[in-house]
């Protein structure tokens, strides 16, 4: 029953930022590192950010001083702050997250994707 729900893409002018969302819901012990993904058209999924359960945090070359993860242990969320977009950074983004519930362990939960546009 764990599932990860995104919100807050859209399409945004270059320059402009965005701050996406991604609750966990579910039968949820834990919640190990949680990560952002993203992909364009026609090309392969990169990891943009990752946070640990600790705060600890890492980002994409491209991404690193423009985009902020943070997360919120209390309402298992995490988020991306996205400040001065470019065109490059439009894609689908997908929040992951390490999950352990009372049966299963190690299990890696998906969201949907939200899209991101920025325009030119």
């Known amino acids: 029953q764990v599932q990860l729900v995104e919100s807050g893409g859209g399409l945004v002018q270059a320059g402009g930022a965005l701050r996406l969302s991604c609750a966990a819901s579910?039968?949820?012990?834990?919640?190990?590192?949680m990560d952002w993904y993203r992909q364009a058209p026609g090309k392969q999924r990169e990891l943009v950010a990752t946070i640990t359960s600790g705060a600890s945090t890492n980002y994409a070359d491209s991404v690193k001083g423009r985009f902020t993860i943070s997360r919120d242990n209390a309402k298992n969320t995490v988020y991306l702050q996205m400040n001065s977009l470019k065109p490059e950074d439009t894609a689908v983004y997908y929040c992951?997250?390490?999950?352990?519930?009372?049966?299963?362990?190690?299990?890696?939960?998906w969201g949907q994707g939200t899209l991101v546009t920025v325009s030119s």
């Open positions: 579910g039968s949820i012990f834990r919640i190990n590192a």
């Open positions: 992951n997250a390490g999950v352990l519930t009372s049966t299963k362990t190690g299990l890696e939960v």
